[in-house]
């Protein structure tokens, strides 16, 4: 059996971006997931019955330490011979592509799920275009993962259009629709996660799910959101995900916002973010860019319509009108109205809800991906 090795920096990354992936992959080629050390490592290897082998990445620019990860990422492929090396992650696809170009691995595959340099300025900008080259010069075939990604990789002439790829319609995982489904949450877990919370039936309540930070517009959502609930008496902000600090802080101002509106209900991480959706009435997500947002894969997998930000990803899963609304990125007056016109026009927001899950169903089942990406890797020789 041949054997296909899948990176990402990270180990939560290999345990959740491609969860189930890898144990639909081990059917046909023999899988080793490879990431950094961790319990989450460890339950890939549990729950995905995958080979996993430990490699220490960090996610900033440390010379030294991506030299030292380079040398054992080059070993590991030098013993074990895979067939493919298929990155995921910015760091992991660098190193990843290097050490496979360097070990002579005949298929080198990195996915693009979002370019964080779009957002950089002056020197770093520079340099983190010219990282990008690199990767892809390294790279045997780049799988952007939406439509809009492709385009912008080409637009700024990182690789060539023939060197690129987007798997089915996009998405890097495709989503599990049998798992995200509001039937699954019961009337009582809903009730008593409402009471906890303090919503009341006539709240309107908004959710945002991912990592509470600058790039996915927490600034804008918090200021449009704080703006709302002084004219709206029945509406909730949910905060679902993990702050980042030490990577891409929010506002003080957002912060303090946080801490003192009452109305905004910050949660932290969640295991299952299932209950939270499904006692919400709208996503918002104003992301500022993304490769392919599973969080609005899911929510409109669990019937919520989405107000989202005009980038690659958001405006293919959402049709401005039809199962949520497209606002301009970076735009707090345009969040905070498409906000208000979800409050103020409940049956068209209903509409929308008839358009979420048949969507979702249509493009992006989990297994319609998974094989798109199996007859590439069965095209390969």
């Known amino acids: 059996m041949q054997k296909l090795i899948r990176i990402t920096t990270v180990p939560s990354s290999l345990r959740t971006l491609l969860r189930g992936q890898s144990r639909f992959m081990s059917k046909y080629y023999q899988v080793i997931g490879v990431s950094g050390d961790g319990d989450a490592l460890r339950e890939v290897h549990q729950n995905e019955g995958i ?27 030098k013993t074990e011979k895979p067939f493919i090396v298929h990155t995921h992650t910015p760091k992991a696809g660098t190193l990843g592509m290097l050490a496979a170009r360097l ?37 045997t075939k780049i799988l952007p993962n939406s439509f809009g990604l492709e385009s912008i990789i080409i637009n700024n002439k990182y690789t060539t259009a023939d060197k690129l790829l987007v798997i089915g319609n996009g998405s890097s995982n495709g989503i599990d629709t049998k798992h995200y489904d509001t039937s699954l949450v019961s009337e009582a ?23 509470i930070v600058k790039d996915k517009g927490v600034n804008e959502l918090v200021n449009a959101f704080n703006s709302l609930s002084k004219k709206q008496l029945h509406c909730k902000l949910i905060l679902v995900g993990p702050s980042e600090n030490h990577l ?4 003080p101002e957002t912060e303090a916002i946080i801490k003192d509106n009452n109305r905004i209900l910050a949660v932290g991480l969640q295991k ?26 899911q929510c409109s997998c669990m019937n919520l319509p989405c107000i989202v930000s005009n980038i690659n990803g958001c405006n293919e899963v959402i049709e401005d009108q039809v199962n949520g609304l497209i606002i301009p990125v970076k735009n707090e007056k345009a969040l905070e109205e498409a906000m208000q016109f979800m409050i103020d026009h409940p049956e068209k927001r209903k509409a929308m809800i008839q358009h979420s899950r048949p969507r979702i169903l249509e493009r992006y089942e989990q297994e319609y991906v998974w094989n798109e990406l199996l007859n590439y890797y069965k095209s390969l020789n």
């Open 272 to 297: 299952d973010i299932r209950p939270y959706v499904a006692v919400s009435h709208v996503l918002t997500f104003p992301s500022y860019r993304e490769g392919f947002p599973n969080v609005v894969l």
């Open 51 to 77: 080979q996993t082998h430990v490699v220490e990445m960090t996610r900033t620019i440390t010379p030294l330490k991506d030299l030292k990860a380079t040398y054992q990422l080059y070993k590991f492929f």
């Open 248 to 251: 891409d802080p929010l506002l």
């Open 103 to 139: 070990a002579k691995v005949p298929h080198r595959l990195h996915t693009i799920a979002g370019l964080p340099l779009l957002e950089a300025r002056g020197n770093k900008r520079k340099l983190l275009d010219a990282v990008e080259k690199f990767t892809y010069s390294c790279a």
């Open 189 to 211: 877990t809903k009730t008593e996660l409402k009471q906890s919370l303090g919503i009341s039936e006539n709240d309107v309540v908004f959710i945002f799910i991912g990592r």
